[in-house]
């Protein structure tokens, strides 16, 4: 399973960017979706998590701001980000848990994938 992500960028502050995040290989379905950051110096934080249902929970530094959502038919997550503020800036990581059939067996695997980051910098 692989997940590649893509939309950062460079912006100013108060302007908007759109993250993608699709998820391939050979996936049985898909639990929860996510994003991550991490900035410079800092420890990697939740920003946006969606359940397979549409559940959504926000840390609390992105809400009101962002919009987390999926599209389970093509195994992507997106992250709307308006109103950017300058301690946005990081590297955003899509995460997705994933199940997958172990090959030559019929047992499901759940484990977690990472995609490898896309740079967000909004200058102030």
């Known amino acids: 399973v692989q997940l590649q992500a893509s939309g950062g960028g460079l912006v100013q502050a108060g302007e908007s960017l759109r993250l993608s995040c699709a998820a391939s290989?050979?996936?049985?379905?898909?639990?929860?979706m996510g994003w991550y950051r991490q900035a410079p110096g800092k420890q990697r934080e939740m920003v946006a998590q969606?359940?397979?249902?549409?559940?959504?929970n926000y840390a609390d530094s992105v809400n009101g701001r962002f919009t987390i959502s999926r599209d389970n038919a093509k195994n992507t997550v997106y992250l709307q980000m308006n109103s950017l503020k300058p301690e946005d800036t990081a590297v955003y990581l899509c995460?997705?848990?994933?199940?997958?059939?172990?090959?030559?067996?019929?047992?499901?695997?759940?484990?977690?994938?990472w995609g490898q980051g896309t740079q967000v910098t909004v200058s102030s």
């Open positions: 995460t997705a848990n994933v199940n997958t059939i172990v090959i030559h067996t019929s047992r499901i695997e759940v484990r977690d994938y």
């Open positions: 290989g050979s996936i049985l379905s898909i639990n929860a």
């Open positions: 969606v359940t397979s249902n549409g559940n959504t």
